[in-house]
C-alpha cells in the first residue's frame, strides 16, 4: 500500500472494522487535545503549565490543520464529492464545518486582541470532541440510529411538551394561592414541571396542597416514562445498526 493509498483510507474511510494507525494517532490527539482546554480553564493549573498549554495547542493545531488540508485534498478524488466542484460541496458539510471549527478559533485568536472574543474562541475548541465521531465506527452508528430515530424522538418530545403545558397549568391552579413565589405564574409552574418530568427536582420548592401533592406524584411518575422513551427508541435503532452491520 502506498502512503497516498493509506492516507486516503486513514482520513476518509468510515465502515472499517478496524482503525488505522493514524487514525489511532488522531483520536489520541483529540482525546488529549480537549483535556488540554479543560485544564488550561483551571487558574491553578495554568499559570503551573501555561508554557506546556501553549506548546501543545499549536501542536494540535498544526496536527488537525494539516489533517483538514490533506482532507480537502484526498476528498476531490472521491465519486461524491468529485473535483473542486465537489470540495466546496464537502466543506460545508456537517462533519467537515467540525473539522473547520475546531481549527479556526486558534486563526481567530491570532487576530483579534478582544479578551472576551478571545475567551469564547478558546472554549470552542471543545469542538474537536466532536471529531471523534468521525474517528469512530460506532460513534458514527450511533449518530447514524438518532436520525433514523429522528421522527419517533418528535413524538416523544411532543408528548414531553403536551405533558409539560398539562402539568404547568395544573399545578398553577393548585398552588398559585398557597405559593404565590414558586407557583405564581404559568411560566414558573411549567418549570417545576420540567424538573419534575426530568427527575432532577428543583431544590426546597414542593407542592403543598393535597391537589398539588397529587399533581406532583402523577408528573414524577410520567417523568420516569418520558425520560427513559427517547433513550429506549435510540438503543433499539442503535442495535438494529449493529445487527445490519
Known sequence: MTVREYLKISLLSADKTHST???????????????AIILETESKIN??????????EILFFSIFSLEYILRLYFIGFTNKYKGNRGR????????AMIDLISILPNIIS?????????????LLR?????????????????????????????????????????GGVALYLAESSAQPEAFGSIPRAMWWSMATLT?????????VTVIGKLLASTLAILGV???????????????KKLDDK
Open 225 to 239: 416514562g418520558i425520560v427513559a422513551m427517547p433513550a429506549g427508541i435510540i438503543a433499539a435503532n442503535f442495535s
Open 21 to 35: 494507525l493514524l487514525e489511532k494517532f488522531l483520536m489520541a490527539a483529540i482525546f488529549l487535545s480537549v483535556t
Open 126 to 166: 471543545m469542538i474537536r470532541v466532536a471529531k471523534l465521531v468521525q474517528r469512530n465506527r460506532s460513534l458514527m452508528l450511533f449518530t447514524e440510529a438518532i436520525h433514523q430515530s429522528r421522527s419517533q424522538l418528535a413524538a416523544a418530545i411532543a408528548v414531553t411538551i403536551f405533558l409539560l403545558v398539562i
Open 110 to 122: 491570532g487576530l483579534s486582541t478582544d479578551f472576551a472574543l478571545l475567551r469564547t474562541m478558546r
Open 47 to 56: 499559570n503551573i503549565f501555561f508554557p506546556v498549554f501553549s506548546f501543545l
Open 199 to 207: 427527575t432532577v427536582g428543583y431544590g426546597d420548592v414542593y407542592p
Open 88 to 95: 466546496l460541496k464537502y466543506i460545508i458539510s456537517p462533519l
